[in-house]
Structures are given as structure tokens and as C-alpha cells.
């Protein structure tokens, strides 16, 4: 079935560091979406992107949907001490959406 | 501050019991969402609503999972009779639109079930 992968795994960068993570996929999808889990709680909905090739900002997050539409990328800029979680991605088609598994961020100060 | 609630936020049961997590979605969201979190499977749609009307609950196991919506204001997901493996964090999110966004996701019920 459908199954999307996220790298990297893991991340430890310093405080002030751009970061930058992907979703790919051997699938299609329509709408992608990212996400920023904090322990105990739900996830938070950061960028939702609906087209090919778009590229969408919320602050200093910066995603882009893939021409290819199997894949997309996640872009953090000068990185706080905050921006610690785990991030997830979405890949939605019609009415399915899945998960990837995270990149978890650990940002040193 | 609009806000997706659920409760409970733990629960603890032994197997084959019934358990009944409840959700209120945003006032004004017409998509409602229910998804399960493990460490093995990460996160998982089970079931979600539009406009109350059930509108894809592939992910769920239909023999002992169920879910509804009996107002704009409530959704619940049962699991009858439980069992260890249905042990995972339970997230209810509501969305607008038509399409499978969840815009805001409730703080999770955690199930333990011994």
C-alpha cells in the first residue's frame, strides 16, 4: 500500500542552524501537509500545500509540493531553541491521507 | 481560543472491557477525525465524518471498533471488547472544507488496556 518515508530520522543541529527535511514517496498524492508534535500532544498543523510545484511560508518555515507530486520538503530557518518536536508529514489523496513516520529535531543552544 | 477537546485524557481498562472515548470538534468545523498513535505504526486515520455522515472508516477494525457522531458538537469512538494491542495515544481533529485536512487536533486520549 501506499507508505511514505521521512528523512532524516533524526536531526541534531545548533541553535541558529537552517534546517532542512523531506517526504517521499513512491505514490501520488494531491495535498501535503506537515505537522509539529510536542510530547503529550496533538499535532500542529503548520503548512498545507495543494498543488505541484507550490511553495508556501509560515515564518520561517518554508514547505514545497514536489513536481512529481511523490514527494515535498520542509525548510526551517535560523532555528530556536522552540522549533524541538517531531515532525511529521501527510500525504493526502481524495479521501485518504497518510503519515510519515517523523523526523524527530533536537536543537542545541 | 477554539479548541478541540476529548476526554478522557487516560484510561486504563482490563481486556474485554468497553471503552468510550468522546471528542468536540470546533464549533463550525463540519470534518471530524479520529486517529490512533502508536510507536510501531505511528500515526493512523481510523474514521472520519463529514457533516456527521461517516465518510470513510477503512482504517478501523470494524469488529470491535465503532464510531459516530450523534451531534454536530460530539463524536465518540468505542472499542468493544478491548484488547492489549488497542493500548495507543487516540487523536480526535476537526477540519472545513472537503477535503481531508485536520486543521486542529485534540490533546489525545491515551488507552492503556492490561
Known amino acids: 500500500g501506499q507508505q511514505l518515508n521521512q528523512s532524516p530520522q533524526s536531526m541534531f543541529i545548533q541553535e541558529g542552524e537552517d534546517v532542512s527535511m523531506n517526504c517521499t514517496s513512491s505514490?501520488?498524492?494531491?495535498?501535503w501537509l506537515w505537522y509539529k508534535q510536542d510530547p503529550g500532544e496533538g499535532p500542529v498543523l503548520l503548512i498545507a500545500?495543494?498543488?505541484?510545484?507550490e511553495l508556501t511560508s509560515n515564518g520561517r518555515l518554508t514547505a514545497q509540493f514536489g513536481i512529481t507530486r511523490k514527494d515535498s520538503f520542509l525548510n526551517i530557518s535560523a532555528s530556536i531553541p522552540s522549533d524541538v518536536g517531531i515532525y511529521f508529514c501527510?500525504?493526502?489523496?481524495?479521501?485518504?491521507?497518510?503519515f510519515g513516520p517523523g523526523t524527530s529535531l533536537s536543537v542545541i543552544p | 481560543d477554539a479548541r478541540v477537546t476529548q476526554t478522557p485524557r487516560h484510561k486504563v481498562t482490563e481486556m474485554g472491557q468497553e471503552v468510550t472515548m468522546r471528542c468536540q470538534p470546533i464549533l463550525g468545523h463540519n470534518t471530524v477525525f479520529w486517529y490512533r498513535q502508536t510507536m510501531m505504526q505511528g500515526l493512523e486515520l481510523l474514521a472520519y465524518?463529514?457533516?456527521?455522515?461517516?465518510?470513510?472508516d477503512s482504517g478501523m477494525p470494524k469488529d470491535r471498533f465503532s464510531a459516530e457522531m450523534p451531534d454536530a458538537t460530539l463524536a465518540t469512538l468505542k472499542i468493544q471488547p478491548s484488547e492489549p494491542r488497542d493500548s495507543a495515544v487516540y487523536f480526535c481533529a476537526s477540519g472545513f472544507g472537503q477535503g481531508v485536512i485536520s486543521e486542529y487536533f485534540g490533546p489525545g486520549t491515551r488507552l492503556t488496556v492490561t
Open positions: 500545500l495543494y498543488k505541484a510545484g
Open positions: 505514490s501520488i498524492f494531491n495535498t
Open positions: 465524518f463529514r457533516n456527521r455522515a461517516p465518510l470513510d
Open positions: 501527510a500525504g493526502g489523496f481524495y479521501d485518504k491521507v497518510i
